[in-house]
Structures are given as structure tokens and as C-alpha cells.
């Protein structure tokens, strides 16, 4: 089947800090790959997504890499800010059957101090 | 453009009652879900519909019903609620060929 692992949280930084946040995953077939985030008393929206192996998804400053070999999606950003504490999910879409019904991993909670 | 409303925001019932969740999306889109959202458990899919007509089963549907009547509403019926349907619920839509899920702002359910 399908499943995503992410690591646990929370994480906790300083702002301007490096932030990663690990996603592998397995997949029957050909996925495509997602980072969705939660902001506090919201829902899930997308961050970015990539399609096929070696596409570099990124916006407002984060970026991930699809990398089959790896079969990861790993999250990163440069300097992150206190507005980007949220959770965040790692996703995966497989298309099999007409089914577009994402996975989703159990969520990661960045926490961004002053 | 709405996109993915549910209602109520926030609910509480007791043991034992019944109430819907609704779910309406103006965007077309084919497929709609419902989740719940538990701390330490991330999102787990409850009932899917891939069209008007059309539901299944996700990884936890027990306690819970779903009907999908039109393309626009996808509502889940907690037949007889219990403390551990405790948790925040979202649906989420997706267009035929499309990749990206969108949410609702969420239903935070507390049964006592």
C-alpha cells in the first residue's frame, strides 16, 4: 500500500534558522509528492508539490526535491520566520484505479521563536 | 469562489445523539473526502466519494455514514456519537485529473 512517514515533532527553532523537515514514503506505482501546511485554527492547504523524480518543488521560501531513489521529499528553508510555525504535512497521490484521494503523513509542528 | 465550506465550526454533543457535518464545495470537483484530525495520529480518511452517486470506505468509516446525492455536497452522519469520535474534522475536494486537495476550515467536534 501506500504510506508516508514524517519525522516527529515538534520542531523548534530561532527565527532565521535552517529548517528541514524528512518525508519518505512508499508508493505502488508512480506518485506524485505534496507538502501541505496547517496554520493554528485552520485547514490544510498546499505549500508545493513535485510530479516526477528530480522536480524541485518551492514557494514563499520553501523547497523540496523529489527524489526517487531516495523515494524522500524532504522540506527545507533557508531562514524561516515566526509566521511559518504550523504543522506541516507530507502527502503522496498515486492515480491508480481514477483514485485521487491523497496519503498523508501524521504531520510535523514547527515551532519559530523571536 | 467559496471553494470547501463546512458546517458547523464547532459542535458538542452528547452520548449517544446524532448529528450531520456538512460539506459543500462550488469548484465542481468530483472527489471529496472526510477526515479526522487527532493529535499524534496526523489525518486519518474516513469515507471518500469519487462522484454523485459513488462512496467508500477509508481507513476508519466505523460510526460514521456518508451519501454524495450531488457533486456539491458530501455530508457525514455520526449515527449514534461516543467520546473517542472526539477529534477536529475536515473535508477536502479534488477535481477529476486534478492533484491538489483543498480543505475546509475544519469541524472541532467534542462528545462528553
Known amino acids: 500500500g501506500n504510506s508516508v512517514t514524517q519525522m516527529e515533532g515538534p520542531v523548534t527553532l530561532s527565527e532565521e534558522a535552517f529548517l528541514t523537515i524528512n518525508c519518505t514514503y512508499t508508493?505502488?506505482?508512480?506518485?506524485?509528492l505534496f507538502w501541505y501546511v496547517q496554520y493554528p485554527g485552520e485547514g490544510l492547504q498546499l505549500l508545493l508539490k513535485a510530479t516526477k523524480a528530480d522536480d524541485k518543488g518551492s514557494n514563499k521560501g520553501f523547497e523540496a526535491t523529489y527524489r526517487k531513489e531516495t523515494t524522500s521529499f524532504h522540506l527545507e528553508k533557508g531562514s524561516v520566520q515566526v509566521s511559518d510555525s504550523a504543522v506541516y504535512f507530507c502527502a503522496l497521490r498515486v492515480s491508480s484505479g481514477g483514485s485521487y484521494i491523497p496519503t498523508f503523513g501524521r504531520g510535523t509542528s514547527l515551532i519559530v521563536h523571536p | 469562489n467559496a471553494g470547501v465550506t463546512q458546517t458547523p465550526k464547532f459542535q458538542v454533543l452528547k452520548t449517544g445523539q446524532s448529528m450531520t457535518l456538512q460539506c459543500a464545495q462550488d469548484m465542481n470537483h468530483e472527489y471529496m473526502s472526510w477526515y479526522r484530525q487527532d493529535p499524534g495520529m496526523g489525518l486519518r480518511l474516513i469515507h471518500y466519494s469519487v462522484g454523485a452517486g459513488i462512496t467508500d470506505q477509508g481507513e476508519v468509516p466505523n460510526g460514521y455514514n456518508v451519501s454524495r446525492s450531488t457533486t456539491e455536497d458530501f455530508p457525514l452522519r455520526l449515527l449514534s456519537a461516543a467520546p473517542s469520535q472526539t477529534s477536529v474534522y475536515f473535508c477536502a475536494s479534488t477535481r477529476t485529473g486534478g492533484e491538489v486537495a483543498f480543505f475546509g476550515q475544519g469541524t472541532r467536534l467534542t462528545v462528553v
Open positions: 508508493a505502488t506505482g508512480y506518485p506524485s
